[in-house]
Nanobody, 125 residues
Framework: HVQLVESGGGSVQIGGSLRLSCAAS????????MGWFRQPPGKEREGVAA????????YYADSVKGRFTISADNAKNTVTLEMNNLRPEDSAMYYC???????????????????WGQGTQVTVS
Protein backbone atom coordinates (compact mmCIF):
# COMPACT_ATOMS: atom_id res chain seq x y z
CA HIS A 1 0.00 0.00 0.00
CA VAL A 2 2.94 2.33 0.63
CA GLN A 3 5.50 3.19 -1.99
CA LEU A 4 8.81 4.82 -1.14
CA VAL A 5 11.37 6.22 -3.54
CA GLU A 6 14.78 7.40 -2.36
CA SER A 7 17.02 9.87 -4.10
CA GLY A 8 20.13 11.90 -3.43
CA GLY A 9 22.76 9.23 -2.95
CA GLY A 10 26.19 9.44 -4.46
CA SER A 11 29.86 9.84 -3.70
CA VAL A 12 31.07 12.48 -1.30
CA GLN A 13 34.39 13.41 0.24
CA ILE A 14 35.21 12.77 3.88
CA GLY A 15 33.78 15.56 5.98
CA GLY A 16 31.31 16.49 3.29
CA SER A 17 27.56 16.60 3.29
CA LEU A 18 24.79 14.84 1.45
CA ARG A 19 21.03 15.15 1.46
CA LEU A 20 18.82 12.13 0.92
CA SER A 21 15.15 12.42 0.10
CA CYS A 22 12.30 9.96 0.26
CA ALA A 23 9.05 10.45 -1.59
CA ALA A 24 6.17 8.54 -0.05
CA SER A 25 2.74 7.61 -1.28
CA UNK A 26 -0.08 5.50 0.07
CA UNK A 27 -2.24 5.57 3.21
CA UNK A 28 -0.92 8.02 5.76
CA UNK A 29 -1.82 5.82 8.72
CA UNK A 30 0.64 3.21 7.50
CA UNK A 31 3.53 5.63 7.55
CA UNK A 32 3.32 7.71 10.69
CA UNK A 33 6.82 6.49 11.47
CA MET A 34 9.35 7.23 8.78
CA GLY A 35 12.86 5.93 9.13
CA TRP A 36 16.21 5.76 7.44
CA PHE A 37 18.24 2.58 7.63
CA ARG A 38 21.58 1.72 6.13
CA GLN A 39 23.37 -1.46 5.20
CA PRO A 40 27.08 -1.61 4.43
CA PRO A 41 28.23 -4.55 2.28
CA GLY A 42 28.28 -7.76 4.28
CA LYS A 43 26.67 -6.22 7.35
CA GLU A 44 23.19 -6.11 8.82
CA ARG A 45 20.79 -3.33 8.08
CA GLU A 46 20.81 -0.82 10.93
CA GLY A 47 18.57 2.03 11.92
CA VAL A 48 19.95 5.51 11.42
CA ALA A 49 17.13 7.92 12.16
CA ALA A 50 13.38 7.97 12.49
CA UNK A 51 10.66 10.56 12.80
CA UNK A 52 7.14 10.43 14.14
CA UNK A 53 5.29 12.51 11.61
CA UNK A 54 2.47 13.43 13.95
CA UNK A 55 4.68 15.54 16.17
CA UNK A 56 7.95 15.65 14.23
CA UNK A 57 9.66 13.82 17.07
CA UNK A 58 13.03 12.52 15.95
CA TYR A 59 15.20 9.58 16.95
CA TYR A 60 18.81 8.88 16.06
CA ALA A 61 21.36 6.16 16.34
CA ASP A 62 24.23 7.15 18.60
CA SER A 63 26.65 6.91 15.71
CA VAL A 64 24.99 9.75 13.82
CA LYS A 65 23.74 12.04 16.58
CA GLY A 66 24.82 15.59 15.99
CA ARG A 67 25.73 14.89 12.37
CA PHE A 68 22.50 13.73 10.74
CA THR A 69 19.09 15.38 10.77
CA ILE A 70 15.83 13.76 9.75
CA SER A 71 12.85 15.87 8.83
CA ALA A 72 9.46 15.41 7.23
CA ASP A 73 7.31 17.60 5.08
CA ASN A 74 3.92 16.05 5.59
CA ALA A 75 2.24 18.31 3.05
CA LYS A 76 4.63 17.11 0.35
CA ASN A 77 4.86 13.53 1.64
CA THR A 78 8.63 13.67 1.74
CA VAL A 79 11.23 12.74 4.31
CA THR A 80 14.75 14.07 4.24
CA LEU A 81 17.99 12.91 5.82
CA GLU A 82 20.61 15.61 5.96
CA MET A 83 24.03 14.12 6.54
CA ASN A 84 26.97 16.26 7.60
CA ASN A 85 30.58 15.59 8.51
CA LEU A 86 30.43 12.30 6.68
CA ARG A 87 32.85 9.54 7.54
CA PRO A 88 33.96 6.46 5.60
CA GLU A 89 31.96 4.29 7.98
CA ASP A 90 28.83 6.08 6.82
CA SER A 91 29.20 4.42 3.43
CA ALA A 92 26.25 2.12 2.86
CA MET A 93 23.09 1.53 0.95
CA TYR A 94 20.53 3.80 2.57
CA TYR A 95 16.89 2.78 2.72
CA CYS A 96 13.79 4.76 3.48
CA UNK A 97 11.21 2.90 5.53
CA UNK A 98 7.63 3.48 6.64
CA UNK A 99 5.85 1.99 9.61
CA UNK A 100 2.88 2.32 11.88
CA UNK A 101 2.93 3.22 15.54
CA UNK A 102 0.19 3.45 18.13
CA UNK A 103 2.43 4.92 20.81
CA UNK A 104 3.33 8.25 19.17
CA UNK A 105 6.92 7.05 19.24
CA UNK A 106 9.18 5.46 16.66
CA UNK A 107 11.99 2.97 17.02
CA UNK A 108 15.01 2.07 14.96
CA UNK A 109 14.09 -1.58 14.58
CA UNK A 110 13.62 -3.11 11.16
CA UNK A 111 10.62 -5.10 12.29
CA UNK A 112 8.65 -1.96 13.06
CA UNK A 113 8.59 -0.96 9.41
CA UNK A 114 6.42 -2.61 6.83
CA UNK A 115 7.39 -0.69 3.72
CA TRP A 116 10.80 -0.13 2.22
CA GLY A 117 12.32 1.77 -0.65
CA GLN A 118 14.79 0.32 -3.09
CA GLY A 119 17.74 2.10 -1.55
CA THR A 120 20.25 4.72 -2.60
CA GLN A 121 24.00 4.26 -2.38
CA VAL A 122 26.18 6.58 -0.32
CA THR A 123 29.94 6.34 -0.65
CA VAL A 124 32.22 8.44 1.52
CA SER A 125 35.86 8.56 0.54
Amino acid sequence: HVQLVESGGGSVQIGGSLRLSCAASGPTYLRNCMGWFRQPPGKEREGVAAIYTGRSTTYYADSVKGRFTISADNAKNTVTLEMNNLRPEDSAMYYCAAGQTYSSRCRLYRGDYGSWGQGTQVTVS
